[in-house]
């Protein structure tokens, strides 16, 4: 597996990537498709990612397997006004390609990031129904930080941070 930064070229794929992660995760949280997939989140999901792939302060970043993206990483300053922390923003792994290794090599890179950059906390947001990326991010050491904001179908966002030893 091969990981680099993204570059605009990369956006089809990531967007592809992106809409296939989410009717994954939030699907089996009850979503119904047309709440994930529709044309005004098209359009916001590559407005998003564009401002994110050009943005000197966020970092995308691609894993590609076979010459096929397979997953994303993506993360920068924290949301809050947190000092000395950095977000992970998102980590999305190709379905067909969970269960391989693929967002621990992506999230021991945000770890990397955090060092590199002198920083000794990382802050995250996942959604309360999303028990497979709960369960990820509590293996790899994140807590539950007591914060929350509202998510899709009642279901809130819940905030995780780690500290770096």
């Known amino acids: 597996m091969d990981v680099r930064e ?3 070229a990369d956006l089809d794929d990531i967007v592809d990537l992106h809409t296939r992660a989410r009717i994954a995760y939030y699907g089996a949280g009850g979503v119904p498709a047309e709440e994930i997939v529709n044309p005004e989140l098209a359009r916001e999901q590559r ?12 970092h995308v970043w691609c894993a590609v397997m076979d010459g096929r993206l397979v997953g994303l990483l993506a993360m920068g300053p924290p949301h809050s006004s947190e000092v000395d922390a950095a977000q992970l923003y998102q980590i999305h792994v190709d379905p067909d390609s969970w269960g391989r290794g693929i ?3 992506l999230h021991g890179l945000f770890l990397r990031h955090l060092k590199a950059e002198a920083l000794s906390v990382g802050v995250l947001e996942v959604w309360e129904r999303n028990a497979r990326a709960r369960a990820f991010y509590a293996r790899h050491g994140w807590q539950p930080d007591g914060t929350s904001r509202p998510g899709p179908a009642g279901a809130p966002y819940l905030g995780m941070r780690r500290s770096l030893p």
């Not at 998003?48 to 966020?58: F, M, R």
């Open 6 to 8: 993204a570059t605009p």
């Open 47 to 58: 407005d998003g990612w564009t401002a994110a792939i050009v943005s000197p302060h966020k």
């Open 103 to 105: 967002g621990s090599t």
